[in-house]
């Protein structure tokens, strides 16, 4: 496998020219996760080397929505202007289920002095990144992602059903970690390994998780940007060949009621130019900056939760005893708190950011993670004392609501000077109209118990 971190533009050409591409997905992530762009023939991604996209495009809610006034048009320009868009040769790709030989290239957002669009996720990312470089430092991440396998479902008003396996069956009782049950659907992760192979995935280990028809999948650990567009490639190739085998797979935070939630789950670390890991002291103890950095997920989790739990959807997920957290406790190989010490030896010492949903976009919540992290450092936070116990028994500390997580977001000044003020502000504006969409609809549970009884 050839490394792409220094790909130079002629090698893109190279590395094109060896698989005989004749077109490219020229890919774009929205505030969603969502794959954006154009399609180009081999010819005119060479001569172009980018394109240009309105930049209302990476600024739009799942619904495809935008609003009609306010905040968000002091940010992005009523006349609807262009992006100027260049390829990371770095992020290429090949396509392994289309029909002719395709790749598929993420671009970054510019305007026409050359800026980084700040609302644009990757952009977000790559500011908080730059930070950590500022100082001399690295951050090294490694996701956790959970997602469910579910039957084809072409009625949005009728629940999601776990699919059937190879025995021609369908899951009907909880399956943690269990072999049998991930080979039930070994032709469809044939594939989906198959198509990380081509890809280039750093993918690891696959288990099922507790849920019926759930699984998880974990990444090596690596640098926070490149992670974050295997994940948002990760997904797309998961989706297309779960469609393959005639079901679907789906990342929404909780997709099937009466089962667990999906996370994505983040452990992170910090090292020096030197590769030495700043949570662990010379003599293998947990630093100071260890300590601060857990008190920064503490202080700012809260207000980040919009970031980590995007969706109404998101906050069902978060509920006591169903293996999502309800709290920023801290604890060292402990499940039950938001914020998990794993066992590790120094130079692997990390900590796992558990709050954050599968349904977030990469980009967004690798950003708003490592930001917290940062604030915490910079700001020298303590931690409070560490939770030895269950912390399901305490109170609830997140946001309930995507209502509540956004007033929280908004508020605070430190992460939007962390994030920038432009990406909050189109964030939560865009935010806001998913919600007020989501509250025109009428559920069957109103249906069930309102209609005759109130």
Not at 113 to 134: H, I, K, N, Q, W
Not at 364 to 376: F, K, Q, Y
Request: with cysteine; hydrophobic share 40%.
């Amino acid at each position: 496998m050839v490394s792409k971190e220094h790909f130079t533009f002629a090698e893109l050409e190279n590395w094109l020219n060896e698989r005989r591409v004749t077109e490219i997905e020229c890919l774009v992530p929205d505030l969603t996760g969502v794959a954006r762009g154009k399609i180009l023939p081999r010819q005119k991604f060479t001569e172009d080397r980018g394109m240009r996209l309105p930049e209302a495009v990476v600024a739009m809610g799942v619904t495809g929505e935008f609003p009609e006034e306010g905040p968000y048009y002091d940010v992005i320009n009523p006349t609807d202007r262009d992006m100027h868009l260049r390829p990371d040769p770095r992020t290429v790709r090949i396509v392994p289920w289309a029909s002719d030989p395709t790749a598929q290239v993420v671009h970054d957002c510019y305007d026409k002095e050359g800026r980084l669009v700040p609302f644009a996720p990757r952009s977000v990312l790559r500011r908080v990144c730059d930070l950590y470089a500022g100082a001399g430092w690295k951050p090294i991440v490694a996701p956790e992602l959970e997602f469910y396998l579910v039957a084809r479902n072409t009625d949005p008003d009728m629940p999601l059903k776990p699919p059937i396996g190879r025995s021609g069956r369908a899951e009907t009782s909880r399956q943690a970690y269990s072999i049998d049950a991930v080979n039930e659907f070994d032709p469809l992760f044939e594939d989906v390994y198959s198509y990380c192979e081509q890809m280039e995935l750093n993918v690891d280990t696959l288990i099922h998780e507790i849920g019926a028809g759930q699984m998880e999948i974990n990444f090596f650990h690596d640098h926070p940007l490149g992670l974050a567009d295997e994940v948002f490639f990760f997904k797309r190739t998961v989706r297309e060949a779960a469609m393959r085998h005639n079901m679907f797979a789906t990342f929404m935070a909780k997709p099937i009621a009466g089962e667990p939630g999906s996370a994505m789950h983040v452990h992170q670390s910090i090292v020096d130019a030197e590769g030495r890991n700043l949570f662990s002291n010379p003599d293998g103890s947990p630093s100071q900056a260890f300590y601060w950095y857990i008190g920064g997920l503490q202080r700012y989790i809260p207000a980040a939760m919009a970031l980590f739990a995007p969706y109404v959807n998101s906050y069902r997920r978060l509920a006591r005893f169903t293996a999502a957290p309800i709290n920023i406790q801290w604890g060292t190989d402990n499940r039950t708190v938001g914020i998990r010490s794993p066992v590790a030896g120094p130079a692997a010492r990390r900590i796992e950011n558990r709050v954050i949903g599968a349904d977030a976009n990469p980009y967004v919540a690798l950003a708003a993670t490592l930001a917290c992290g940062w604030l915490g450092i910079q700001n020298r936070i303590e931690p409070t004392p560490e939770c030895k116990g269950d912390a399901y028994l305490g109170d609830y500390q997140l946001p309930r609501s995507l209502g509540e997580a956004l007033e929280k977001l908004r508020r605070e000044k430190d992460l939007a000077d962390v994030l920038g003020e432009a990406f909050v502000t189109v964030y939560t504006e865009v935010k806001e109209i998913e919600h007020a969409e989501f509250m025109k609809v009428i559920s069957p549970w109103e249906r069930e118990h309102l209609l005759l009884h109130v």
